[in-house]
């Protein structure tokens, strides 16, 4: 079994920047994606950014330039840098992990709030 636990959001104003950290634990293959999403009150779940172990980093359009996904494949743990972050930023952040070895997992997402 798989599980992901995400961790770093909170409180920022328009302009600042977080870190979030997602760690995998569990029996995990050789290769996995993990990612993160992010859904707004009232909004569906959206894709923000995810990588691969062995592909290039995707970002959504909207974060592409301020946001960095980055990943220790030692330590199963993704990262996601926000800077110059906006009101719409905000959101419930989530995790994903990803394989064909198991079906996909989520966290339970971690709190993220920009505003002034």
């Known amino acids: 079994q798989v599980q992901v636990v995400e961790s770093g959001g909170g409180l920022v104003q328009p302009g600042g920047s977080l870190r979030l950290s997602c760690v995998a634990s569990?029996?995990?293959?050789?290769?996995?994606?993990m990612g993160w999403y992010r859904q707004a009150p009232g909004q569906t779940r959206d894709f923000v950014a995810d990588?691969?172990?062995?592909?290039?980093?995707m970002y959504a359009e909207a974060v592409k330039g301020r946001f960095t996904i980055s990943r220790d494949s030692a330590k199963h743990t993704v990262y996601l840098q926000m800077d110059e972050l906006k009101t719409e930023d905000t959101g419930v952040y989530y995790c994903?992990?990803?394989?064909?070895?198991?079906?996909?997992?989520w966290g339970q997402g971690t709190q993220v709030t920009v505003t002034s």
């Open positions: 990588i691969s172990t062995i592909g290039t980093p």
């Open positions: 994903k992990i990803s394989s064909p070895a198991f079906s996909d997992t």
């Open positions: 569990g029996s995990i293959p050789s290769f996995y994606i």
